[in-house]
């Protein structure tokens, strides 16, 4: 059922929006303290978490276009955090690892997801949440779906 009868900036997608850039404004101020940003932060959880990674996996995996990879990428190798090594099989992709100094600071970075989950959803009711997340996840579905019967290249 459309959400027509709402002022559309009372709608369930603007709400979502707002969420999302309030969520966002939480994660960037939590890593903004240790010198992190939010996809600095996701490159790190998923290198910690999954291992050794190709730049080119990480991008799609994390949904980061390949300029802006290659800009946090080269900001963690900087920073020590992050090193970043020819792959044996095929030399022009580069395997990414966290570096001692990555694992490091890792450990004692705050959860920002965990962060934002807590203040966002402590003490919502649970049948709340998951008519939510049923309603959000089929108009996500729906949307890429519909992209992707309007792009011929799919």
Known sequence: MPDESYDQHDSVGAWA???????????EATLREHG???????????????????????????????????????????????????????????????????????????DPVALTTAVSFDGADPADLAVARRVLKTATERLLAHMAAEDPET
């Open 17 to 27: 929006k707002q969420f999302h850039f309030a969520s966002r404004a939480l994660i």
């Open 36 to 110: 992190l940003g939010p996809t600095q932060w996701y490159v790190l959880h998923q290198l910690v978490n999954e291992g050794a990674t190709s730049q080119r996996e990480l991008g799609v995996a994390l949904k980061v276009e390949r300029a802006t990879m290659s800009g946090v990428v080269s900001t963690l190798v900087r920073k020590g955090l992050v090193v970043q090594v020819p792959d044996v099989a095929d030399q022009r992709q580069r395997i990414l690892s966290v570096t001692a100094t990555g694992r490091e600071l890792w450990a004692g970075l705050p």
